[in-house]
């Protein structure tokens, strides 16, 4: 039965470990990030061992309706009073920041999601992003490369570079080379030179749309095209997940708003012209009020903020810290340049509203946030986000950002926790965005 809803009161604090036994055998596969929770969070986190296999039972149930990404990272702010999600990503580029020693329990959550795709180990084709020049994101792709061959695949590099007409080695950041080499189309199925995969897995988020090679193609890709970035929302995702936090709170007896962002949309802004400022300021100001008032109820005596961000899109691009409405009535020439495009150039014309959640984690003295990496319904590993150059209220997915490996403990769980529940709901919009791309008006959008 659940519990009456409660802000969480804080108990005695815990000191994170850093481990990587499991020492329950249900546990497997779910390891357990360290992250410091402080202040009401301590109690959630007692919540949420206490309601233990309620709470694994009730992810099963979930997992078995909708099926899981095939990987996703969450970005997590940690403000000691909440912890919340506030970005998932479906493309994630950072596995070469987790940390090595845990490669195995990538390789065996691999297995599980690659059994959805090609139940008879093959081959898999990888897509990056076209950029070269980013070696760590190539450390990435190479590390992606090593977790899909241990599962058991060929795994060969297929770049769609739009000038590359024979393979090319390029060097990562620690020095490893890898092959790119021109996706070719036969029919209906892509591969590269002699190489036909049974599936493909995509690393690249199509903020510029989908391309016409991947159109119709019959091999399953993952995550479906339709997950990209030009026909993703943040805006939809954060709706799916009002709907699983509340379940989930609902389960355990909380305030959802303990592990979920406020947030609005607004689609008729042009910063560059100065278009659809009353839009803007009129969700800031809902955006704020709603914080204002959790923070009345609550005693927190911090300053509400907001995070305005395009509403599709990566990289950090996009991005400003709003405190009134004012903050977005006032923009400088810089910050419209700044807000008005985004990766690929993209003009940006939808934007989200988000509740800001202070981060009051550090690291060597920077300004940190948690990264949770998943591979299918599984916890593989994760990373602070750390910068030194950007405040508590401030987006750090930015450059001169660096990056502290996590360890996993055994008996903390709220970090894993929240960042499953994002990537249920992504699992929930991924299958939505499917079902509307049979929709001929999405369709078409699409091709």
Not at 92 to 108: I, T
Not at 215 to 234: D, F, H, L, M, Y
Not at 301 to 323: L, N, S
Not at 342 to 371: M, N
Request: glycine residues 8%; hydrophobic residues 40%.
């Amino acid at each position: 039965m659940a519990r009456p809803c409660k802000l969480i009161l804080p108990p005695a604090a815990t000191s994170p470990r850093d481990a990587a036994r499991l020492e329950d055998p249900d546990d497997a596969m779910v390891p357990h990030l360290t992250t410091h929770l402080t202040g009401p969070l301590q109690e959630l986190e007692r919540v949420v061992l206490d309601q233990r296999p309620a709470i694994e039972s009730w992810f099963r149930k979930r997992w078995q309706q909708h099926a899981p990404p095939f990987y996703s990272s969450v970005d997590l702010r940690n403000s000691g009073f909440k912890l919340a999600p506030v970005d998932t990503n479906l493309f994630p580029g950072g596995f070469n920041n987790l940390n090595p020693e845990f490669l195995p329990l990538c390789v065996h959550a691999a297995m599980s999601a690659a059994q959805r795709v090609c139940p008879d180990a093959q081959g898999m084709l990888i897509i990056p992003e076209n950029h070269t020049r980013n070696l760590n994101y190539l450390s990435n792709v190479a590390v992606l490369q090593r977790i899909m061959e241990g599962a058991g695949y060929t795994v060969r590099i297929g770049s769609l570079i739009p000038e590359l007409e024979k393979p090319i080695e390029v060097e990562c950041a620690g020095g490893e080379k890898l092959m790119l080499e021109p996706v070719e189309r036969h029919g209906n199925r892509i591969g590269v030179d002699g190489f036909d995969p049974c599936a493909v897995l995509l690393n690249n988020d199509l903020s510029a749309g989908i391309p016409a090679i991947l159109r119709g193609i019959e091999q399953p890709v993952v995550p479906p095209v339709v997950a990209g970035w030009s026909t993703r929302r943040k805006s939809h995702h954060f709706h799916v997940y009002d709907r699983v936090a509340e379940d989930f709170a609902k389960l355990i007896g909380i305030d959802p708003w303990v592990v979920d962002p406020v947030f609005s949309q607004c689609g008729k802004v042009n910063f560059t012209e100065k278009e659809g400022e009353d839009c803007l300021a009129a969700n800031v100001e809902y955006v704020l009020g709603e914080i204002r008032e959790k923070y009345a109820q609550y005693g927190i005596t911090e300053q509400p903020f907001c995070i305005v961000k395009a509403d599709a899109g990566t990289y950090g691009m996009g991005i400003m810290t709003v405190k009134s409405v004012d903050d977005v009535r006032n923009l400088n020439r810089k910050t419209r340049n700044k807000m008005s495009v985004i990766k690929e150039g993209q003009p940006v014309h939808e934007v989200i509203i988000q509740e800001g959640v202070y981060t009051f984690e550090s690291v060597d003295g920077g300004v940190a946030e948690p990264v949770v990496y998943m591979m299918d319904q599984f916890v593989v590993g994760g990373f602070y986000r750390v910068h030194t150059g950007r405040g508590i209220d401030e987006n750090l997915n930015s450059p001169g950002a660096q990056y502290a490996r996590l360890g996993f403990e055994t008996d903390c769980h709220t970090p894993d926790c929240d960042a499953r529940l994002a990537a249920l709901a992504a699992a929930i919009e991924v299958q939505e965005l499917v079902a509307a791309a049979n929709v001929p008006e999405v369709r078409a959008a699409n091709e």
